[in-house]
């Protein structure tokens, strides 16, 4: 890469001491962010632009490039190469996010992991038959009416006008439906409805636990609302997607996951009650469900003062990770929600590992964590 500039603040971060690192790299997101932004706005014009927040790609991408960066992943070749990686990983972040959204559109009958094409046969078709009964059984008759009537070609619109419920709802008790529907057939579980009661359990069987409804993925792992059948109690459950169950690495990465949460105790860090394995030969961790919204979603209606509350609570959070000789490796609003009582959780181990007497992921975290604050306190 012959651009002087970049190759000369690319050399601060990779070999100076902890503070050049420090400076060069929130000089790199000084000087790329507004053009992230620019560039993920104009990306996420239509139906994306009321969903998806150009400053939070912005930062995903920071987090993307800076890991592989500390993994010596990337070969510079000639000029221009810095910015166009950077706009490349945005670009590939916005098609992640319209993917995701394209997905959430698609209607009951067309998901592929339960479609009844002509390839599917008459047993594929009494299987998918059986399914859907088999969850419909544990719903309350006005679920099964919407389903009949959408099967039945009616829209949201005819739908919601003979059943007296607004559109919204019809669309929501679809989506719910068709979670349940796809969690059933991908791990294994009996699907259930909502329930009111919440405590603690010790053991994990998948048997003693119904899906409710997904409330969170990724792009490796989807999250569940789950109650456990013996007690009525409430938890997360997040397994890893049908897709990865074949990839080795994917599967040491979730097991590494799991190794790391358990030996963990602390308020700010989501509990981990146990790792347990489904019927399709997947896994699947056993969690806190955490009542509370994403930082997300909530940094720009709070006032200053709240703010500085979270700032203070995140430091404090990685401060203690950090002193377990762990890093996290994925420090952003996405990946900390605030509780009902307003207290932090660190969310999404994923990334994270041990330090192994090394500083640079402790440095990264520290990263991060900086630019997080940064955008906590400006984003408004």
Request: with cysteine; aromatic share 8%; net charge neutral.
């Amino acid at each position: 890469m012959n651009n002087n500039s970049s190759e000369k603040l690319l050399a601060r971060y990779a070999g100076g001491s902890p503070s050049e690192t420090f400076a060069a790299s929130l000089e790199i997101h000084s000087r790329y962010q507004n053009r992230l932004i620019s560039l993920a706005r104009k990306r996420l014009l239509g139906v994306l632009e009321a969903k998806v927040d150009a400053d939070d790609i912005a930062q995903d991408v920071f987090v993307a490039f800076f890991a592989m960066l500390d993994r010596d992943e990337i070969k510079w070749k000639e000029r221009g190469d810095l910015w166009r990686l950077l706009a490349g990983i945005a670009i590939n972040k916005v098609k992640q996010q319209f993917e995701h959204y394209s997905t959430q559109k698609r209607d009951l009958r067309s998901e592929s992991s339960l479609e009844a094409n002509a390839e599917i046969g008459e047993n594929g078709i009494n299987e998918l038959v059986e399914l859907v009964e088999d969850v419909l059984k544990s719903e309350k008759p006005l679920v099964a009416k919407v389903l009949n009537l959408r099967l039945a070609g009616f829209s949201f619109e005819e739908i919601a006008e003979r059943i007296g419920r607004s559109t919204r709802t019809v669309r929501r008790l679809l989506e719910n439906l068709k979670t349940k529907l796809v969690a059933s057939e991908e791990l294994g579980f009996r699907l259930s409805g909502d329930t009111e009661h919440r405590a603690k359990v010790e053991s994990v069987d998948y048997r003693d636990f119904d899906l409710l409804r997904m409330i969170g993925h990724g792009s490796f792992a989807k999250v569940y609302l789950a109650r456990q059948v013996s007690t009525g109690l409430l938890f997360a459950i997040k397994a890893i997607k049908k897709k990865w169950l074949e990839n080795e690495q994917a599967r040491q990465a979730f097991y590494r996951e799991a190794e790391l949460l358990l030996s963990l105790s602390d308020p700010c860090i989501v509990k981990t009650y146990g790792v347990g394995r489904l019927p399709n030969g997947g896994c699947f961790l056993l969690l806190e469900l955490i009542e509370g919204q994403s930082l997300f979603a909530l940094a720009k209606t709070a006032s200053l003062e709240t703010r500085e509350s979270w700032i203070a609570g995140l430091r404090e959070a990685v401060g203690r990770l950090h002193s377990a000789n762990l890093v996290h490796g994925d420090i952003c609003a996405n990946n900390v929600m605030i509780d009902r009582y307003g207290k932090v959780k660190l969310l999404d181990f994923g990334l994270a590992q041990k330090t192994s007497g090394r500083k640079i992921g402790v440095q990264f975290d520290l990263q991060q964590l900086e630019l997080l604050c940064e955008w906590i306190r400006f984003n408004q």
